[in-house]
């Protein structure tokens, strides 16, 4: 099992942020423009709710993948678990806080990802040698663009 962590800062309201991850429509605007995404079925956001995604990378290889959100905590935290699709196991937990430094206030999003491929040592030969790079460098961009537009949207 990998586990691997990211952490954003923000400068706008801890609940900007959190609200910003609960429209599931804000995940194409965040993924990394050669991968294509699309919305398959979208419950109403909550506990439990489930989301159908289609993923598209490389123009050829596509999964579906159908998440549930296991755990929504009003401006503290979202988890969404794999229900099917290409992984042996996903948990993506995002914890938010409200920090202050130097007199000055900013959010925080803690990312914690805890993911396994299929395919036994062969899916841990591909994640040591591709798949753990392209998950930080996609995360790295959705954090990007994530900052960019709430920051621009003060």
């Known amino acids: 099992m990998t586990q691997l962590e990211f952490v954003t800062k923000f400068d706008c309201p801890v609940h900007e942020v959190f609200q910003f991850h609960t429209d599931v429509q804000n995940l194409g605007r965040i993924t990394p423009s050669n991968i294509n995404v699309v919305l ?3 419950d109403p956001f909550a506990q439990s709710a489930e989301i159908i995604l289609k993923i598209t990378q490389f123009n050829f290889l596509s ?15 979202i988890t969404d678990e794999q ?6 196991y996903w948990q993506h937990n995002r914890y938010f806080s409200q920090q202050q430094d130097h007199q000055l206030g900013y959010s925080e999003m803690r990312e914690v990802l805890k993911y396994e491929l299929p395919l036994g040592v062969l899916g841990r030969i591909a994640n040591a040698l591709v798949v753990k790079r392209m998950i930080k460098k996609m995360f790295k961009h959705r954090q990007e663009i994530t900052r960019e537009i709430l920051q621009h949207s003060i």
Request: glycine share 4%.
């Open 63 to 77: 999964v579906v993948w159908h998440l549930r959100f296991a755990t929504v905590i009003e401006n503290q935290q």
């Open 83 to 88: 229900v099917t699709g290409p992984l042996k």
């Open 40 to 42: 398959l079925h979208a």
